[in-house]
């Protein structure tokens, strides 16, 4: 044998060893959901296959890994006959509409089921029971094990061939697993798209201004019927097998035992698939999934029951279009069709101005619905949005209405004139106090440099002067997670300020009893209460009421980093935007944000009223010790964005000079003598100096460094060590003797980061009844688990 020949036969070998084992590693991740290899190395492995197969093409062969994308596009779809034909189900909306359907059943199989009453009552059937996932039925053609072909339902009767397309499907095997399976095999299922999967998608064509997709159904479908198989390999589409079509050879003799073969064979089948013993037990399966419905990974419009018996089946049999065996119990519509009335602009607490959609009152997931949310003027640009226009709402859960598309089908022919007067605009005046509407614009900060580009929102420039912005800053000053004040609802606070008794935060600690003991929903015992709990209020937290006051993108974690850092009230508004971005977690946009809210002249005024009428802020004192010199020379000229100034210049430069004054001051003979500072970043440096409002800027930036304790020269501080400091909890399930908000709050009091996810970092997880993947993945990682009664003990020990 030729040592060519030789190399071509191990290269033979070691393909086969490669393709059987990605084969393995696809099988249990998309399968099995428990991958053995983590990705670098599954890429390692199918870049090794890819190399030998293109050094070797001759050994390439269809049901290889690598051959999931198609070369060439197609001009058109092929047709397929179906064998035995693709038929849809019968629906059921109601629960009586289901005991129909077993009550039927029962009757259709009375001589095969035990002795019962008249009817069958006393005989149950069992059923399988699995989501109806919102994808495109497609079904998979396999001879000897291997894929040969893909095809649509079309109209049950006759499909399309995808065979190309079906193949870049990651999840599909292109060559079943195992053994046993028959010889001619059609598994029929969903192709489908995850949430996850559908929103990545739908960002990515907003980046590259390209079309986005209404719902995963329609990207779904859109995505598996393109005719140039390498946008669908783009596409994160995933299969779920939920039956089979023609068969030739052996199966198992129940629905389930089929998908459990399937599943042995590579098929991915759906996770929720459960066995049903009666209509009653298939109503608490509806139910049980209705309630996890929003929870899953995947759209879903309902639940498929058949009965599980294939025999039974057969008995069964088919009337017009539909088994007599099956049924698809669906959810009601999260999706309808109405027409937009109107278009009206809200004010929010922060003064954004925001489209809303007045609609013909239309029933959404068994909820009427008249009002709908359009985001921003981008959205409706993007929708195309005309007053009149027919569109299609959605509604998942509690979350508010959308319009996701509009039905341009519909659109009456209107003239230029109507064009014109139904086309969506922004006012120019605030619809509730008149002032300005502004677009607001989008500063990127740079070395050197900012850009100024249009924001997507739009504001009213009133701020506490506009009615709508006092009620919302209000209505969030006095929230739980802020100053907690309790008895003020909404209505009662737009109560307030509609009768001028509040016009601004402040003036809630100067409320009489006289004054809202008449007020509606208010009487003695109330007015009482209020007053009492607007006097308790009065000692919050620093951290509590830096979130109370409502600054642009500052929540409650970004108000806690500046409470603990920075420890005083003072420092806090005082800080300049490079001294706020010391903090963890502040960027410069964020930290521009908390100097405009304390530079504002009405906001610094509104502080002060509070502070007047008797707030005592509490866990104010020094500069945690975290951040004492926490600044050094060479980061804080990196953070002052000097043109070609990066990290290892300023570096260079805090060696050679050793203090702000004399880099401020430094000649070109003595930048010269900088080791690896070309004549480019020299130049800059003297540049950005020579600028006397630069040169002042940073001589602030330091002095208030040196003022906060933070500054390179100052003194380091040894930390007073809270019990927990550096440790990262977790907190999951539901924990009974106190909210997780408290837990939250007792562990961050004892120095602990309270963390929303599970890692290899994490210290300790607190799980209560009801904990899912977190806990798993804590045990996974072998982290620490306590239970309430345990963490409360630990509390306790803590004091």
């Known amino acids: 044998m030729t040592d060519a020949s030789t190399t071509t036969k191990h290269a033979a070998t070691r393909i086969l060893e490669l393709r059987a084992e990605l084969d393995t590693h696809n099988y249990r991740y998309h399968v099995l959901d428990a991958p053995s290899i983590p990705d670098a190395e599954y890429d390692r492995l199918y870049h090794e296959l890819k190399a030998l197969e293109a050094e070797y093409p001759e050994l390439v062969t269809a049901d290889s890994p690598t051959q999931r994308v198609g070369n060439l596009a197609l001009s058109a779809f092929g047709e397929v006959k179906h064998e035995v034909p693709m038929l849809s189900l019968g629906n059921a909306f109601a629960e009586d509409d289901l005991r129909d359907f077993d009550r039927r059943v029962r009757e259709g199989l009375a001589d095969e089921l035990p002795a019962g009453d008249l009817f069958g009552g006393g005989a149950i059937v069992e059923y399988s029971c699995e989501p109806k996932l919102d994808g495109l039925a497609v079904s998979l053609l396999y001879r000897d094990g291997q894929l040969v072909r893909g095809a649509t339902r079309g109209d049950g009767t006759t499909g399309e061939d995808i065979s190309v397309n079906v193949r870049t499907v990651r999840n599909i095997p292109l060559r079943l697993q195992g053994s046993g399976w028959p010889g001619v095999l059609e598994v029929r299922g969903e192709v489908f798209m995850s949430r996850a999967g559908f929103d990545a998608l739908n960002a990515r064509?907003?980046?590259?201004?390209?079309?986005?997709?209404?719902?995963?159904?329609?990207?779904?479908?859109?995505?598996?019927?393109?005719?140039?198989?390498?946008?669908?390999?783009?596409?994160?589409?995933?299969?779920?097998?939920?039956?089979?079509?023609?068969?030739?050879?052996?199966?198992?003799?129940?629905?389930?035992?089929?998908?459990?073969?399937?599943?042995?064979?590579?098929?991915?089948?759906?996770?929720?698939?459960?066995?049903?013993?009666?209509?009653?037990?298939?109503?608490?399966?509806?139910?049980?999934?209705?309630?996890?419905?929003?929870?899953?990974?995947?759209?879903?419009?309902?639940?498929?029951?058949?009965?599980?018996?294939?025999t039974w089946q057969r008995e069964l049999g088919f009337r017009a279009r539909e088994p007599r065996w099956a049924i698809a119990h669906k959810f009601p519509a999260s999706e309808e069709l109405t027409e937009l009335l109107a278009v009206e602009f809200q004010v929010g607490r922060t003064g954004a101005v925001t489209p809303v959609a007045r609609l013909k009152p239309v029933k959404v997931a068994g909820v009427m619905v008249s009002n709908a949310t359009l985001h921003n003027m981008d959205e409706v640009e993007r929708l195309g949005l005309m007053i009149g226009d027919t569109v299609i709402i959605r509604r998942a859960g509690d979350v508010i209405p959308q319009v996701v598309q509009v039905v341009l089908e519909r659109r009456p022919d209107w003239s230029a004139d109507e064009l014109a007067a139904r086309t969506v605009k922004v006012p120019s005046e605030c619809p509730i106090c008149g002032s300005a509407v502004e677009r607001t614009q989008l500063i990127k900060r740079s070395k050197g440099r900012e850009t100024v580009s249009e924001g997507a929102a739009y504001l009213c420039v009133g701020r506490l002067a506009c009615g709508a912005q006092l009620k919302q800053a209000i209505i969030h000053f006095v929230s739980r997670r802020a100053m907690d004040i309790e008895g003020l609802g909404e209505k009662s606070i737009e109560q307030l300020v509609d009768e001028g008794l509040v016009q601004s935060p402040a003036d809630l600690f100067t409320l009489r009893f006289e004054q809202i003991v008449d007020l509606e929903g208010f009487a003695e015992l109330s007015s009482k209460n209020l007053l009492a709990a607007i006097a308790e209020s009065k000692r919050p937290a620093l951290a509590r009421f830096i979130y109370a006051l409502g600054i642009p993108d500052v929540g409650e974690e970004t108000a806690k980093v500046l409470a603990r850092a920075l420890a005083s009230l003072q420092r806090i508004q005082q800080a300049l935007p490079e001294v706020l971005t010391y903090l963890p977690d502040v960027g410069a946009e964020v930290a521009h944000e908390i100097h405009s809210f304390f530079e504002d002249e009405h906001n610094r005024s509104v502080i002060a009223q509070l502070l007047e009428r008797g707030l005592e802020l509490q866990e104010e004192g020094d500069l945690h010790p975290e951040f004492a010199a926490c600044a050094s020379l060479a980061g804080f000229i990196d953070k002052l964005n000097i043109p070609f100034i990066a990290a290892t210049g300023a570096e260079k430069l805090a060696a050679k000079f050793g203090s702000l004054d004399a880099i401020i001051n430094a000649d070109w003979l003595d930048l010269r003598q900088v080791e690896r500072l070309n004549e480019k970043a020299a130049k800059s440096l003297r540049e950005f100096f020579d600028n006397p409002a630069n040169a002042e800027r940073a001589r602030a930036i330091e002095a208030q460094l040196r003022e906060f304790g933070m500054h390179w020269e100052s003194a380091k501080k040894a930390a007073e060590g809270l019990p927990l400091a550096g440790q990262t909890w977790v907190l999951t399930g539901t924990l009974e003797v106190m909210s997780r908000d408290v837990a939250k709050e007792k562990l961050e009091a004892l120095g602990a980061k309270v963390s929303g996810s599970v890692s290899a970092k994490t210290h300790c997880v607190v799980a209560g009844p009801g904990a899912g993947s977190k806990l798993a993945k804590a045990s996974e990682l072998g982290v620490k688990v306590l239970d309430e009664a345990e963490f409360l003990a630990v509390l306790g020990s803590l004091g």
Not at 218 to 235: H, M, W, Y
Not at 247 to 275: C, F, N, Y
Request: glycine letters at 10%.
């Open 205 to 310: 064509a907003l980046e590259s201004g390209g079309k986005t997709f209404a719902n995963p159904r329609n990207a779904a479908a859109g995505s598996l019927r393109q005719l140039d198989p390498k946008i669908t390999a783009s596409r994160p589409l995933e299969f779920c097998c939920y039956g089979i079509g023609q068969v030739q050879g052996e199966l198992p003799d129940t629905h389930i035992g089929i998908l459990a073969a399937l599943k042995d064979w590579g098929m991915p089948i759906s996770r929720e698939l459960k066995l049903a013993r009666g209509a009653e037990e298939c109503l608490d399966y509806y139910r049980a999934i209705g309630e996890k419905r929003d929870a899953l990974p995947y759209e879903i419009d309902g639940v498929v029951f058949k009965v599980n018996n294939l």
